[in-house]
């Protein structure tokens, strides 16, 4: 799996939209880009993935550049129950996800 | 649809006593997982089953650490004898096969004292 960097940390006002970085230089053409979060006391939760195209659901929107070199998550509305660690995690599907530290995002009122 | 359960939420046993975790992934779910969490860490995984097979047990410490999945639905995790440093939350999650979206269950956290 391609290695990712993500920042250790960030803070976003409630209300306003929180937009998380990750670096991810080495990824091959036919990995994926999935992205997780984690609520204190609670297992990873799945928010949303791509390939090349960006993508939307109810939970978040992810924009992937054109190179694939990097992505940004955009939590477009953040509320105080988004504070969590966000993993952004690439995978061919071929092997499981594998988890570094992710982001700490702290939504603050 | 239920998600992954898992049981018991918490256990706190003493060193050197055996202890094991359960898993029911969502149903109709081929692949399983066992992951380890430590304070502060991502996942790591531990063992991937695909139905009954373990086809990846690379990082599963097998001098104390083993785990089944009989008939290819739920799982057993066991540690015999466990050690202080197993203290850690372990997760189950499913995925419909390899390499799709893996569904978490709330894990179960371990204290060893």
């Known amino acids: 799996d391609a290695k990712t960097t993500q920042p250790t940390s960030m803070d976003c006002a409630e209300g306003r939209a929180a937009n998380l970085p990750c670096n991810h230089s080495?990824?091959?053409?036919?990995?994926?880009v999935y992205w997780y979060r984690q609520i204190h006391s609670q297992g990873p939760q799945y928010i949303i993935h791509?390939?090349?195209n960006n993508e939307t659901n109810e939970m978040a929107s992810l924009i992937i550049t054109e190179d694939r070199k990097s992505s940004t998550l955009i939590l477009p509305h953040a509320t105080l129950r988004d504070t969590a660690v966000y993993y952004c995690?690439?995978?061919?599907?071929?092997?499981?996800?594998?988890f570094g530290k992710g982001t700490r995002l702290s939504v603050i009122a | 649809e239920a998600g992954v359960v898992q049981s018991p939420r918490y256990k706190i046993i003493e060193k050197k006593q055996p202890v094991a975790f359960w898993c029911n992934p969502i149903s109709g779910h081929n692949t399983l997982y066992w992951y380890l969490q430590n304070l502060g860490q991502g996942p790591e995984l531990l063992i991937r089953?695909?139905?009954?097979?373990?086809?990846?047990d690379s990082q599963l410490p097998k001098d104390r650490f083993s785990a089944e999945r009989l008939k290819g639905v739920d799982s057993t995790l066991k540690i015999q004898p466990a050690e202080l440093g197993d203290s850690a939350v372990y997760l189950c999650?499913?995925?419909?096969?390899?390499?799709?979206?893996?569904?978490f269950g709330p894990g179960t956290r371990l204290t060893v004292l």
């Open positions: 080495t990824i091959s053409g036919n990995e994926y």
């Open positions: 995690r690439i995978t061919s599907g071929n092997t499981p996800l594998v």
């Open positions: 791509g390939l090349k």
């Open positions: 089953y695909e139905n009954e097979e373990a086809v990846d």
């Open positions: 999650a499913s995925s419909l096969d390899q390499g799709y979206t893996q569904y």
